[in-house]
């Protein structure tokens, strides 16, 4: 299969061939991974029992996709990433928040999944054939898993595609099997010896529902326009696509991740999720479980560093997507290798989600805001003046800069931040909020507020040839 050339530019229509199915198969097929399914061990390790943890990560996954979802048909209607779309709101340099808030999200979730992946996969291999569990055994796995990721990664959305459709099958099977392989030794209760992370349940509770329901769906508020790009709102309305998108998200999300809280109770996985979930499985499962580590890792961040390399790409016009992609992996791996030496995985999660879903939420907001008062009309050809090293356009404002948008974003990022609770950092607006994480409502209320109230008029639709006005500089 041929590399994929295109980055960031607009995919022309005899391009979009892709449907709501294909849509459905990545975030179906992706998600069904170790990455996502140790989301459903934070409320576990948290100290929450099962229905406590159900009712957490799906009450903050339904609300993460009402906000995340309608993103995915911005990009329907632009044929470019969401980065560079919402270039329509933010001017088309201050577009760069998308893609620095993007390139953060996706070296996160790229490098936690081959960490947890990789740590499965030694765990596994150590089990099966008495392999030894030192440094040196992590390192090579993790460079392994890397290098099968830059290739799916590099490749493209066509391969990915291929890859998600087949895992979507494969992870279903194989997550069936580890039901049953993980039913003997389930319970309802909480782990023992894990108390309440906040002290008492519904600071804990609302914590769970933010960290590890919440911060899935927001993981694809630049992310899903990667894939609607390739989709013609031509051919495919936009209820099918908005519909589409909120079944794959939920359904992606919350299948694994309740795999996770399952497996975490069956295997008493208080303070850590690879190691006890392999001790736990029976013999019989331990091949499925490494198939599981290794495909579905490389199929969900393979995913990622392809969006990585676009955001870099679109960072600097100037480098090619499959450049950029290397260099991103690179990066990436580098985490990988800081997290599993350095950290403690269930601070270092929480911590990265909670402060990512801080600054995420406002820019989601306001390009939505956006997205709604511009009626879904975008200028193309204005969009990519950026990447042209061009100026001008309708979408040029102020040196390419949409100052009070950029400035409604600021305030909002740093509002959530000062409400944040995580394991490593509280913030000083926590003593308002009774202790409670409310970082994700107050960054999008102020961040969405402003915006609105400091821009009244819908970003301006061009009414004359979408290359005019813009001049090489």
């Known amino acids: 299969m041929p590399i994929e050339q295109r980055g960031v530019d607009t995919v022309p229509d005899a391009e979009r061939t892709s449907g709501p199915r294909d849509l459905l198969s990545i975030l179906l097929g992706s998600n069904l991974c170790l990455g996502v399914i140790v989301f459903g061990w934070l409320p576990v390790s948290f100290g929450l029992g099962l229905w406590a943890s159900v009712t957490s990560v799906v009450a903050g996954t339904l609300v993460g996709v009402a906000v995340t979802a309608p993103l995915a048909l911005v990009s329907l209607r632009t044929a470019t990433n969401l980065s560079t779309s919402s270039g329509a709101f933010f001017g088309v340099r201050g577009r760069l928040v998308g893609s620095v808030v993007g390139l953060l999200l996706s070296l996160g979730y790229t490098a936690l ?227 599993h030496f350095a950290s403690d995985a269930q601070s270092a999660m929480t911590s990265f989600v909670l402060l990512l879903t801080a600054i995420g939420t406002p820019w989601a907001v306001i390009t939505l805001i956006g997205h709604a008062r511009c009626g879904g009309t975008y200028d193309p050809e204005a969009l990519q003046v950026y990447n042209r090293r061009a100026k001008g356009g309708a979408y040029w404002y102020r040196a390419g800069w949409h100052p009070r948008a950029v400035a409604s974003w600021t305030l909002g990022a740093g509002v959530g931040l000062a409400a944040v609770s995580t394991p490593l950092y509280e913030g000083p607006l926590l003593a308002l909020t009774g202790g409670i994480d409310c970082s994700f409502i107050l960054s999008g209320v102020v961040g969405g507020t402003l915006y609105a109230a400091l821009t009244p008029k819908p970003a301006p639709a061009p009414e004359r040839e979408p290359a005019a006005g813009i001049a090489v500089s």
């Open 113 to 339: 999944t081959l960490w947890i992946g990789g740590d499965v996969v030694v765990g596994t291999l150590a089990r099966l054939t008495g392999l030894p569990t030192g440094d040196a055994t992590h390192t090579v796995v993790y460079a392994v898993l890397a290098a099968c990721t830059v290739v799916a990664a590099v490749h493209g959305y066509r391969l990915l595609l291929r890859i998600s459709k087949a895992l979507a099958i494969g992870m279903t099977l194989l997550l069936t099997l580890g039901l049953v392989a993980y039913a003997g030794d389930f319970t309802t209760a909480a782990v023992p010896g894990t108390p309440y992370l906040l002290g008492s349940f519904w600071p804990t509770w609302v914590l769970s529902a933010v960290a590890a329901g919440l911060s899935g769906p927001v993981a694809f508020i630049t992310l899903l326009g990667d894939y609607t790009r390739y989709i013609s709102p031509e051919r495919h309305s936009a209820k099918t696509v908005w519909r589409t998108t909120c079944l794959g998200l939920l359904a992606g999300l919350l299948i694994p991740q309740l795999f996770g809280t399952f497996t975490a109770l069956a295997a008493r996985g208080g303070l850590d999720y690879a190691g006890p979930l392999v001790e736990a499985s029976p013999v019989w499962y331990l091949v499925p479980l490494l198939l599981a580590a290794t495909a579905g890792s490389v199929g969900n961040a393979g995913l990622m560093l392809y969006s990585m390399g676009l955001d870099l790409d679109a960072i600097l016009p100037r480098a090619t997507r499959a450049r950029a992609t290397l260099v991103v992996a690179v990066v990436a791996t580098a985490f990988v290798f800081l997290g």
